[in-house]
């Protein structure tokens, strides 16, 4: 499924807060990718917090992004993010 991304929040505990182009609002943990490549750069919190809406996906100050596709697949919406 591809929907574009319009907006992104960093939150605590490595948590971005996504809300697609359909309006649906969804949480990622990016903990478990803090560990491999080119994300161990994010561990750091200043850097993590550099995050931004780029064309329709997100990016951070690094140049590190995630493909949309990825955003929506691996995150939960956020009445499910809450219950847990």
């Known amino acids: 499924m591809y929907i574009g991304i319009t907006s992104v929040v960093p939150q605590d505990n ?15 943990d990016m903990k478990p990718y803090l560990h491999r ?5 994010l561990v750091n919190k200043a850097m993590f917090n550099t995050v931004r809406v780029s064309y329709d996906t997100v990016a951070w100050k690094n140049e590190i992004d995630l493909a949309p596709e990825i955003l929506y697949e691996k995150s939960v919406p956020v009445n499910s993010a809450k219950q847990h």
């Open 37 to 41: 490549g080119v994300f161990k750069e």
């Open 14 to 28: 490595y948590i971005l807060l996504l809300t697609f182009e359909n309006g649906e609002q969804r949480c990622l």
